[in-house]
Nanobody, 124 residues
Framework: QVHLVQSGGGLVQAGGSLRLACATN????????MGWFRQAPGKEREFVAA????????TYADSVKGRFTISRDTAEDTVYLQMDSLKPEDTAVYYC?????????????????WGRGTQVTVSS
């Protein structure tokens, strides 16, 4: 059973924008912190951003701070990652994740749900 359904991503030129979405069910959405990780070819997976279950707390990797924005839509049970001012080094497969604890634990890699990934490619 797929609990986290990802959409968005694609190919964009450097400086452009993309938005990723991660939809889930109400039970998970209302009780879990949610976030995004990414993995580039030949590199380890890295944390990108996370948001608490009420939306009041967010945390970002330094590499994306000021360019990416994570948000929650309670009407759609969906978390979004708005990515602006994209750089070629943002190219990676992006994964959505969920954790019943706070976003800081999610940042450390603790999760009980994981998305299937979506490709983001930024051309120079």
């Amino acid at each position: 059973q797929v609990h986290l359904v990802q959409s968005g991503g694609g190919l964009v030129q450097a400086g452009g924008s993309l938005r990723l979405a991660c939809a889930t069910n109400g039970r998970i959405f209302s009780s879990h912190s949610m976030g995004w990780f990414r993995q580039a070819p030949g590199k380890e997976r890295e944390f990108v951003a996370a948001i608490g279950c009420t939306g009041g707390v967010t945390t970002y990797a330094d590499s994306v701070k000021g360019r990416f924005t994570i948000s929650r839509d309670t009407a759609e049970d969906t978390v979004y990652l708005q990515m602006d001012s994209l750089k070629p080094e943002d190219t990676a497969v992006y994964y959505c994740a969920a954790n019943p604890s706070g976003p800081q634990l999610l940042r450390l890699g603790h999760h009980d749900y994981w998305g299937r990934g979506t490709q983001v490619t930024v051309s120079s």
